[in-house]
């Protein structure tokens, strides 16, 4: 079947697999397709932004409603995550010059899901409280509407997404 110098090719060859597979796993110490974990103080979420390093001074209104938003998903959203697994948030989109009107994009790890809301900050940072305005789920072409009413279709939108570099939202556009 195999000759003995085959077998000698195939067995030094796999060694050599074997030691850069080693190689790579001591030095990156884990694989390329594996995201780093961040460990996040809050039990309600594994989401971004439930803590900053930036000063409650510098806090913006946004700012203090996002890491809000982002501790609260769970609690947020209308239903559970599925496999055990825990919501988090993706991306804020605020309506243009509001700063509690806005669409909160989370997931799982399995599904991802939208949220129109509107925040009553007038308690912040202590107690800020929610109105689900709209729920979405993905669809062929965007998202589709599955309860409530979203009255601001079709205006500006402010995208914030996370910075792994900053450790806070940063407004992308």
């Not at 700063?99 to 991802?112: A, K, P, W």
């Amino acid at each position: 079947m195999f000759s003995k110098k085959q077998v000698i090719i195939l067995i030094i060859l796999l060694f050599v697999l074997v030691g850069a597979i080693l190689l790579y796993w001591q030095k990156y110490g884990k694989w390329s397709w594996q995201e780093e974990v961040q460990t996040v103080p809050s039990t309600a979420t594994a989401s971004p932004g439930a803590t900053s390093s930036v000063l409650p001074g510098e806090k913006g209104e946004r700012d203090i409603v996002m890491e809000d938003v982002a501790a609260k998903i769970a609690s947020l959203s209308p239903e559970a995550p599925v496999l055990g697994g825990k919501w988090f948030v993706d991306r804020f989109w605020f309506v243009d010059g509001s700063n509690n009107s806005f669409y909160v994009e989370y997931e799982d790890g399995h599904i991802l899901r939208e949220l129109f809301l509107l925040a009553d900050t007038s308690q912040a940072p202590d107690k800020i409280s929610y109105t689900q305005k709209a729920y979405f789920t993905p669809g062929e072409s965007g998202w589709m509407l599955q309860s409530g009413q979203d009255d601001t279709s079709g205006r500006s939108l402010i995208l914030y997404e996370y910075s792994q570099d900053s450790g806070r939202w940063v407004k992308k556009n």
